[in-house]
């Protein structure tokens, strides 16, 4: 298994920035991708960046070129740097991890909230 507890979160005016923290524990070296997701009030949780155990990066076209997906190994941590934010990226962002047997795992959300 493996636990995720997301922090970063936080209120920013439109054109803002927040780095948001993903860290992992327990059986980490199973992991095969992290994700990134958000889920705004009222619609449906949406994938926004993942990056795989190697580096691999992948972006959802609605922050491809605000948002960096990263990775410290060495931390056990997953970031995501998002620049110039607006008011539509308001939600609730959830980091995941998906293992080499296919089970996914979900932290507990933090809440990014931007003002325009």
């Known amino acids: 298994q493996v636990q995720l507890v997301e922090s970063g979160g936080g209120l920013v005016q439109a054109g803002g920035s927040l780095r948001l923290s993903c860290v992992a524990s327990?059986?980490?070296?199973?992991?095969?991708?992290m994700s990134w997701y958000r889920q705004a009030p009222g619609k449906q949780r949406e994938w926004i960046a993942a990056?795989?155990?190697?580096?691999?990066?992948n972006y959802a076209d609605s922050v491809k070129g605000r948002f960096t997906i990263s990775r410290d190994n060495a931390k056990n941590t997953m970031f995501l740097q998002m620049n110039s934010l607006k008011p539509e990226d308001t939600a609730a962002y959830y980091c995941?991890?998906?293992?080499?047997?296919?089970?996914?795992?979900w932290g507990q959300g933090t809440q990014v909230t931007v003002s325009s």
């Open positions: 990056i795989s155990s190697v580096g691999t990066t």
């Open positions: 327990g059986s980490i070296s199973s992991i095969y991708v």
């Open positions: 995941s991890a998906k293992m080499r047997t296919l089970d996914v795992y």
